[in-house]
């Protein structure tokens, strides 16, 4: 199976992906979890759903209903739960819990980039805050502006492949396609965006732009933001085209400005993109490193100086450890580390002649394609897994960030021994994993999962775990954020990042483009 055959699913409030394809916690697994002191919470009794007090005004249903008509403005209990937050894990257990609020007071559903900009003029006219929303898949309280009402836009009838130009090799896609109709509508004309993040089965087109979200296959195929070429935004001010050409010199490229505005200063309807034929050839293999750092030198090697796979993944020794029981896939030993490398389109066998001379060189073993394709396979399957070990009462979570190559090893250390402190101070203590997924010239990025015990109030555990990994990143020189966006969580880490002068420059354009401030206010931007 490819991505292009994986159908668009509608996530489930509360839990992750296609409640079809729920999984079982193996019973290693669960034996791993009592040497962390995890224990199964006494069931709860359901709640019946409460809604918040306050709602659409009926001024505002008026308007919207003008706009858009009655059929497509919804404001019953359900449909707003549904677009209530994002797929965090205090999200997730937000929901559990049945904590309604940044509820939505009405969610609409506009039908094309007209009636997208229509809604935002007339919205600001009467002081109406908007939150965009296709798949919902945020992991950073980007869909959940705090402490106001609002309107969630959400853009699933914006829908269509609008245009292939098979010259240029470009694609234009409305915001509201999900990637894998993406992959399965360019497939038909034999092309592929190679966009594989691990949310590929719930996100959308315009998602991946609003976060400069970064798929699995970034080596080969590049990030995101690398694959925009073109842009149309609604903002209140009106309609903003941008992408003339591939590449210009006249003045700032603001293509830039938009892609990763996680719609603070307007709502992306449609992107153009680069897309490139369907592999012909795919291959994925498996190698063992002795150490981390010793892997990290090689996959520095293919990243700086090539041939560079089109996926290149790299996890550390707990990681490797807990994905890979089996001694036997490493060689028949314990430790060592494992780093998966991936091959996509023409030349595959001389590429990975070519890669593998190099990862020998640099101390590697390979262990064949067995590891590579039981990835490949599973590479969806890891969302699944955070719903059971939130029923067994284990607090799972990751997060991520990016450094240059010299900065990377103390980067990982201080993040780890953070979190480590920080959840062993609550009587907690976790099991850190660590794996290096997006490889560029001049650094990488690092990607953290963590699993401990939850307390008795496990958001409030992990936002303080959160605060001391984001400390600790800030102190080793990373970035707050490589690929899950701003949102709120991020948001003063991303200020101190940037600095003051920055920062009034971003509130002046959006002074700009949103005047009344209704662009989901309090993401991305402090003070919005």
Same mark, same amino acid.
């Given at each position: 199976?490819?991505?292009?055959?994986?159908?668009?699913?509608?996530?489930?409030?509360?839990?992750? /992906?296609?409640?079809?394809?729920?999984?079982?916690?193996?019973?290693?697994?669960?034996?791993?979890?009592?040497?962390?002191?995890?224990?199964?919470?006494?069931?709860?009794?359901?709640?019946?759903?409460?809604?918040?007090?306050?709602?659409?005004?009926?001024?505002?249903?008026?308007?919207?209903?003008?706009?858009?008509?009655?059929?497509?403005?919804?404001?019953?209990?359900?449909?707003?739960?549904?677009?209530?937050?994002?797929?965090?894990?205090?999200?997730? !257990?937000?929901?559990?819990? $049945?904590?309604?609020?940044?509820?939505?007071?009405?969610?609409?559903?506009?039908?094309?980039?007209?009636? *997208?900009?229509?809604?935002?003029?007339?919205?600001?006219?009467?002081?109406?805050?908007? *939150?965009?929303?296709?798949?919902?898949?945020?992991?950073?309280?980007?869909?959940?502006?705090?402490?106001?009402?609002?309107?969630?836009?959400?853009?699933?009838?914006?829908?269509?492949?609008?245009?292939?130009?098979?010259? @240029?090799? %470009?694609?234009?896609?409305?915001?509201?396609?999900?990637?894998?109709?993406?992959?399965?509508?360019?497939?038909?004309?034999?092309?592929?965006?190679?966009?594989?993040?691990?949310?590929?089965?719930?996100? @959308?087109?315009?998602?991946?732009?609003?976060?400069?979200?970064?798929?699995?296959? @970034?080596?080969?195929?590049?990030?995101?933001?690398?694959?925009? *070429?073109? !842009?149309?935004?609604?903002?209140?001010?009106?309609?903003?085209?941008? $992408?003339?050409?591939?590449?210009?010199?006249? /003045?700032?490229?603001?293509?830039?400005?938009?892609?990763?505005?996680?719609?603070?200063?307007?709502?992306?309807?449609?992107?153009?993109?680069?897309?490139?034929?369907?592999?012909?050839?795919?291959?994925?293999?498996?190698?063992?490193?002795?150490?981390?750092?010793?892997?990290?030198?090689?996959?520095?090697?293919?990243?700086?100086?090539?041939?560079?796979?089109?996926?290149?993944?790299?996890?550390?020794?707990?990681?490797?450890?807990?994905?890979?029981?089996?001694?036997?896939?490493?060689?028949?030993?314990?430790?060592?580390?494992?780093?998966?490398?991936?091959?996509?389109?023409?030349?595959?066998?001389?590429?990975?002649?070519?890669?593998?001379?190099?990862?020998?060189?640099?101390?590697?073993?390979?262990?064949?394609? $067995?590891?590579?394709?039981?990835?490949?396979?599973?590479?969806?399957?890891?969302?699944?897994?955070?719903?059971?070990?939130?029923?067994?009462?284990?607090?799972?979570?990751?997060?991520? %960030?990016? $450094?240059?190559?010299? %900065?990377?090893?103390?980067?990982?250390?201080?993040?780890?021994?953070? !979190?480590?402190?920080?959840?062993?101070?609550?009587? %907690?203590?976790?099991?850190?994993?660590?794996?290096?997924?997006?490889?560029?010239?001049?650094?990488?990025?690092?990607?953290?999962?963590?699993? @401990?015990?939850?307390?008795?109030?496990?958001?409030?555990?992990?936002?303080?775990?959160?605060?001391?990994?984001?400390?600790?990143?800030?102190a080793a020189g990373g970035t707050i954020t490589h690929h899950h966006?701003?949102?709120?969580?991020?948001?003063?880490?991303?200020?101190?990042?940037?600095?003051?002068?920055?920062?009034?420059?971003?509130?002046?354009?959006?002074?700009?483009?949103?005047?009344?401030?209704?662009?989901?206010?309090?993401?991305?931007?402090?003070?919005?």
């Amino acid at each position: 199976m490819t991505e292009s055959d994986l159908p668009v699913v509608q996530l489930t409030p509360g839990r992750w /992906g296609d409640p079809d394809h729920s999984v079982d916690l193996p019973a290693a697994a669960l034996e791993a979890l009592k040497h962390l002191g995890v224990n199964r919470p006494a069931g709860r009794r359901d709640e019946e759903l409460v809604a918040p007090e306050g709602g659409l005004a009926g001024g505002a249903r008026e308007m919207l209903e003008k706009v858009l008509g009655s059929e497509q403005v919804k404001t019953d209990l359900e449909t707003r739960w549904a677009h209530t937050r994002g797929y965090s894990t205090p999200d997730l !257990l937000r929901h559990r819990a $049945g904590d309604t609020t940044d509820m939505p007071v009405a969610v609409v559903y506009p039908g094309s980039h007209d009636e *997208v900009q229509a809604l935002l003029i007339a919205c600001s006219e009467q002081h109406v805050a908007v *939150v965009p929303y296709a798949g919902g898949t945020s992991v950073v309280g980007g869909l959940a502006p705090q402490g106001i009402e609002f309107v969630a836009v959400d853009l699933r009838r914006l829908n269509r492949l609008v245009r292939i130009d098979e010259i @240029s090799r %470009t694609a234009t896609l409305e915001a509201g396609v999900r990637g894998t109709a993406a992959e399965a509508l360019l497939a038909e004309h034999g092309y592929t965006l190679g966009h594989f993040p691990q949310s590929y089965e719930g996100a @959308s087109i315009g998602g991946y732009a609003a976060t400069r979200s970064s798929g699995q296959s @970034s080596a080969g195929y590049g990030r995101f933001d690398q694959m925009v *070429v073109g !842009l149309t935004v609604a903002t209140p001010r009106g309609t903003i085209e941008l $992408g003339r050409a591939p590449m210009s010199a006249a /003045g700032p490229d603001l293509r830039q400005l938009f892609l990763g505005s996680e719609g603070t200063l307007g709502i992306i309807t449609s992107v153009v993109l680069r897309v490139r034929p369907r592999p012909a050839e795919r291959s994925f293999e498996g190698w063992k490193f002795a150490s981390f750092d010793d892997g990290l030198a090689a996959i520095r090697g293919l990243a700086q100086d090539g041939p560079l796979p089109t996926v290149l993944r790299l996890s550390d020794e707990a990681e490797t450890a807990v994905n890979l029981a089996d001694p036997d896939v490493l060689g028949g030993s314990t430790g060592g580390v494992l780093a998966i490398v991936g091959f996509e389109g023409a030349r595959t066998a001389v590429r990975r002649a070519e890669v593998a001379d190099v990862l020998t060189a640099a101390g590697g073993e390979s262990l064949g394609e $067995g590891p590579g394709e039981t990835w490949r396979q599973g590479r969806y399957r890891a969302p699944y897994l955070r719903d059971p070990l939130l029923d067994e009462g284990a607090l799972v979570e990751t997060l991520e %960030t990016a $450094g240059f190559w010299s %900065t990377l090893p103390a980067l990982k250390a201080k993040v780890t021994e953070a !979190l480590v402190a920080a959840l062993s101070e609550q009587g %907690t203590p976790p099991l850190v994993l660590c794996h290096v997924s997006h490889v560029y010239e001049t650094g990488a990025s690092l990607y953290f999962t963590v699993i @401990s015990a939850q307390t008795d109030d496990p958001v409030a555990q992990w936002r303080q775990a959160k605060a001391a990994a984001n400390r600790a990143i800030a102190a080793a020189g990373g970035t707050i954020t490589h690929h899950h966006a701003v949102g709120t969580d991020h948001r003063a880490g991303y200020e101190r990042e940037i600095g003051a002068i920055a920062v009034e420059t971003l509130q002046a354009v959006k002074r700009v483009l949103d005047p009344h401030g209704i662009l989901n206010p309090g993401i991305l931007i402090p003070n919005s």
